[in-house]
């Protein structure tokens, strides 16, 4: 039987190949990434990578839910700040959060390459399991109803084009009608 301390011990190095796993996904995706390039990322050999996790797959879905855990972080954190406040208020200062926080732009990329993965059961299942988590926060602290949690989710896709795309840099009349007003960190509002 593992002691403690071994399975304290092997949590830690699951720990480190997930954040690992976050990085390496979010520059190639799940498809065209090989688990020694995690493995490698992390400093350990790809056996111990499958002693922690039982494949590719289970690696991935550990890096998806990691990302999610910290969106939802992140999203309490902008609650917490808004304490007391209206609906709409609450989702502001959740959504500031969020800018915040994608200005990590592997958790970023990783939330992109889950959706484009998301017709492999498992993964797609982590993104649902994901945004249930988002959606039932939003909810929960705001108070907003249906229809703002949805715009709230939409203004994060959207912020999600405007990153990826880099579409603060394009000059162009259409361009700016989708960043107009919409902040990131690292780039003022328009």
């Not at 999600?160 to 840099?169: A, F, P, R, S």
Request: charged share 20%; with cysteine; hydrophobic share 50%.
């Amino acid at each position: 039987m593992p002691t403690t301390s071994s399975r304290s011990t092997a949590q830690a190095q699951r720990s480190r190949v997930t954040a690992s796993a976050v990085r390496v996904f979010a520059r190639t995706g799940y498809h065209a990434t090989p688990v020694t390039d995690v493995a490698t990322e992390a400093g350990i050999s790809p056996a111990y990578v499958f002693r922690l996790f039982p494949g590719k797959l289970a690696v991935f879905v550990a890096a998806v839910e990691h990302c999610y855990g910290r969106v939802l972080e992140a999203l309490q954190e902008g609650a917490d700040r808004a304490a007391g406040a209206g609906a709409a208020e609450v989702l502001a200062a959740m959504g500031d959060a969020y800018a915040e926080l994608i200005a990590d732009r592997d958790l970023m990329m990783l939330q992109v390459h889950a959706q484009s993965a998301a017709d492999v059961p498992e993964v797609g299942e982590a993104v649902r399991r994901g945004l249930a988590a988002i959606v039932a926060l939003a909810k929960e602290r705001s108070g907003a109803d249906d229809a703002a949690v949805q715009r709230f989710i939409a203004y994060g896709q959207l912020c999600h084009l405007i990153v990826t795309t880099g579409l603060d840099e394009v000059d162009a009349a259409w361009a700016r009608t989708l960043t107009t007003g919409v902040r990131h960190v690292g780039a003022p509002a328009r």
